[in-house]
């Protein structure tokens, strides 16, 4: 590791020494291109989709189900249609992309084999894209789809409307992804099937390392190297940052050429967050860059977690050039991403909230943030568990995950990626009963109908219901504040 040459002028007035590769690049690569993606309704597929549509792409894709991303990518001209059991490629397609979701004797695989095209996995192209531009990436268990959005919003605030493509979308960059004409390109990097390991950003962030995808990793040293090799990918004269709490994060840094910066709260670090205070549903709280301090950051989204996805972003957008008046005022303005603590409404003078926290730590953070943002009477969680396996490897870690909740109803685990056996190892009631050992109410509700019937006979003016989990539990808030 070598040392980060930040220093407090570049600080005060934007470091403008970046490299800047043409802003035209990704036309002159993909511009008549007939790309077809298959699976194109994923966050990452559509974000990256509508960047090469804008791009000049011809952009062709199928999916299983409609939903407003299909829609909103038809607008833009792409031919997307639900898959119909054949290969769905048309005459003149010259390369196919597809999800890790998508099996390889997938029908539009075996024929674009067939007809010898071009195949990518999402996460190759995305390294292709990331190529063309000044790389940002941002990887970690937890606050990636934040901490993105939340870079990319600052950058384009300040004028250098990057190209970004983000796991969520945040309705202040209009979606969640966009092909800017900026130098920049910053990315949520997932570390699910190694999908990292095709990036070689020029500024990475790690944020947290932790057990997760236990179905894919045998165990945090594994996970933890996954990492390592991720960020020795950064550009040897790039920028790497690190939470300097995270023994797990600091074993993997020791393996990039790059510059470390490190962050913390109320800690000893090259970015340290210091007098935090809420009030009035706002985090203020200081700055310092290695000891000096530099301004006041206010957060409008809550959660404690995201002063240190704020003070990644800071350290990203100063990287850039952008100077600290231009970031503080885009942190403040900045009102988060969906799914992700986001208010729907209100029900019977009840608040209503969806997240899309789906492990252990994310859960606890997102509560324990609720609660103080909130301060309702009750906190009710509506919890789908995201595969059996992750609810059986992680399943006594849960149990005690949900302390800041007055009420947790579980329906039925969302099956997805798990094996029979997995299936049948555990449910929704072994939860259940684990929350009662644990001295927690909690009910086991299978189905999202049922679980809405029930809060509606039940909730109280001043309670708070929040639907929490990566699969559809969103249909039951979404179900309340429509009235059902």
């Known amino acids: ?36 993606f ?3 309704g994923g966050s990452g597929m559509c974000g990256l989709a509508h960047m090469l549509s804008q791009a000049g792409a011809m952009v062709t894709g199928t999916d299983l189900v409609e939903s407003q991303t299909l829609e909103k990518l038809r607008r833009l001209g792409a031919l997307v249609q639900l898959e119909n059991g054949g290969s769905d490629l048309l005459a003149d397609t010259q390369m196919v992309v597809y999800s890790a979701a998508v099996r390889d004797e997938h029908p539009a695989l075996a024929e674009a084999r067939r007809r010898g095209l071009t195949i990518l996995k999402y996460a190759q192209l995305l390294g292709q894209v990331m190529n063309l531009k000044n790389g940002i990436a941002i990887a970690g268990t937890h606050g990636k789809s934040t901490t993105t959005a939340m870079t990319a919003y600052v950058l384009t605030a300040a004028g250098l409307d990057p190209s970004f493509v983000v796991g969520a979308p945040s309705p202040q960059l209009a979606g969640s992804s966009h092909g800017g004409k900026g130098s920049h390109f910053v990315v949520e990097a997932c570390e699910y099937d190694r999908s990292f390991d095709n990036l070689f950003p020029h500024i990475a962030a790690v944020l947290n390392i932790e057990e997760d995808h236990l179905d894919y990793y045998r165990d945090i040293h594994e996970i933890t190297a996954a990492f390592g090799k991720f960020v020795s990918q950064v550009n040897p004269g790039g920028l790497l940052i690190i939470p300097v709490a995270d023994s797990s994060c600091r074993r993997a840094a020791a393996q990039t050429a790059a510059s470390v910066e490190t962050y913390g709260l109320e800690v000893q670090a090259d970015w340290t967050a210091t007098d935090i205070v809420q009030q009035d549903g706002h985090i ?21 977690h995201n002063v240190g996805n704020a003070l990644v972003a800071a350290a990203i957008a100063t990287r850039c050039g952008v100077t600290w008046d231009s970031i503080a005022r885009a942190v ?119 679980i809405v019937t029930y809060l509606a006979g039940s909730i109280r003016p001043g309670d708070l219901v929040v639907s929490m989990g990566a699969g559809p539990v969103w249909e039951v808030t979404d179900g309340l504040v429509r009235g059902f």
């Open 1 to 36: 590791m070598t040392l980060p040459a930040t220093t407090m002028a570049q600080l005060k007035a934007g470091d403008d020494n970046q490299s800047n590769p043409p802003a035209n690049s990704l036309a002159e690569a993909f511009a008549g291109r007939h790309i077809h």
């Open 332 to 450: 403040r303005e900045f009102a988060g991403v969906n799914r992700r603590s986001q208010w729907l409404g209100c029900f019977r003078q009840v608040t209503v909230v969806d997240d899309y926290a789906h492990h252990p730590t994310e859960i606890r953070a997102t509560l324990l943030a609720l609660r103080e943002h909130y301060q309702p009477q009750r906190l009710i969680c509506v919890f789908q568990p995201h595969q059996h396996s992750r609810t059986r490897l992680l399943l006594a870690d849960f149990a005690r995950s949900f302390n800041q909740a007055d009420l947790i109803i579980v329906p039925d685990i969302f099956f997805v990626r798990d094996t029979e056996a997995d299936r049948a190892a555990v449910t929704a009631q072994t939860l259940v009963a684990r929350l009662r050992e644990n001295g927690r109410e909690a009910l086991h509700i299978a189905s999202f109908e049922d």
């Open 38 to 40: 298959v699976g194109i």
């Open 284 to 304: 203020r709280f200081a700055v310092a860059y290695r000891r000096q301090p530099v301004g006041h950051l206010v957060l409008n989204i809550p959660g404690r």
